[in-house]
């Protein structure tokens, strides 16, 4: 299980890691579509960096560059877990080939994902995968002002994540999101997301999430860099939804 969870906290910044025992259950069990999903999306990355005259190396350089696609994501919903953790599988397809086939995953409310360690899920899938959880919306832990926060912290991260509802139109909601993440593995990296979120409450999916996340990597002195990423979801079909 320590490999599984060390593989997704290298995935993502963005992203938590649970417990790897409900990936377990999910794979064990058939699978089935109760439920499909499908998003348009638009996907930019723009990196630089410095890396510093290091013993047996060419030197010092700089480097830069940068990455779009844009596509469909499609998500099957098999099940419910009893700990409320959703079993889906999700895949993407983008014009410009950044591609990925299906991964099983299990998603949480408070945005812990699981995902097959042998799969490959692609950064901006985890931003969809993070708001999929039946349970991201709790009326529970939501304070007077409309705001709830998702906390925590040991030895190899700490992430706040403060989520606010703007405005609220018979269950379509305006959710605006504040992700700070800091993971110690191999260096330190910090990522500071800023989302606005269109949640339909009474079908307990996003509508459209637009994401932007500026993700800073330190290694010491030897090296820095900053990587962008600017991410869009857009829901286009669901088979749940009325003709």
């Known amino acids: 299980m320590k490999k599984l969870e060390a593989f997704l906290c290298a995935a993502v910044l963005a992203g938590i890691c649970a417990s790897g025992t409900a990936l377990a259950d999910a794979t064990a ?6 439920r499909t999903l499908v998003y348009s999306f638009t996907f930019n990355v723009q990196q630089s960096g410095e890396v510093t005259n290091d013993p047996g190396t060419s030197g010092a350089h700089d480097y830069s560059g940068n990455l779009n696609d844009s596509g469909t994501m499609t998500v099957n919903v098999q099940r419910e877990q009893q700990d409320r953790g959703l079993i889906l599988t999700i895949s993407e397809h983008g014009l410009y080939g950044r ?57 190899t991260i700490d992430l706040l994540a403060n989520y606010r509802i703007e405005s609220n ?46 993700e800073r990597q330190y290694g010491g002195s030897e090296a820095t860099g900053t990587s962008t990423f600017q991410t869009t979801l857009k829901l286009v079909s669901d088979t749940m939804a009325k003709p």
Request: charged content about 20%; proline content about 6%; glycine content about 4%.
């Open 29 to 34: 069990s058939p699978s089935s579509t109760a």
């Open 99 to 155: 591609n990925a086939g299906a991964a099983t995953c299990v998603v949480y409310g408070n945005t812990n994902i699981i995902c097959d360690p042998n799969a490959t899920v692609n950064t901006e899938e985890y931003t969809l995968l993070r708001f999929l959880g039946p349970t991201f919306i709790d009326p529970a832990q939501i304070d007077e002002k409309q705001h709830w926060k998702i906390e925590t912290s040991d030895p």
């Open 169 to 214: 139109a018979n269950g379509v909601m305006q959710i605006s999101e504040t992700r700070n993440v800091t993971h110690r593995e191999a260096g330190e990296r910090r990522s500071n997301v800023q989302t606005k979120i269109v949640y339909d409450f009474n079908k307990l999916v996003p509508t459209s999430v637009d994401e932007y996340n500026i």
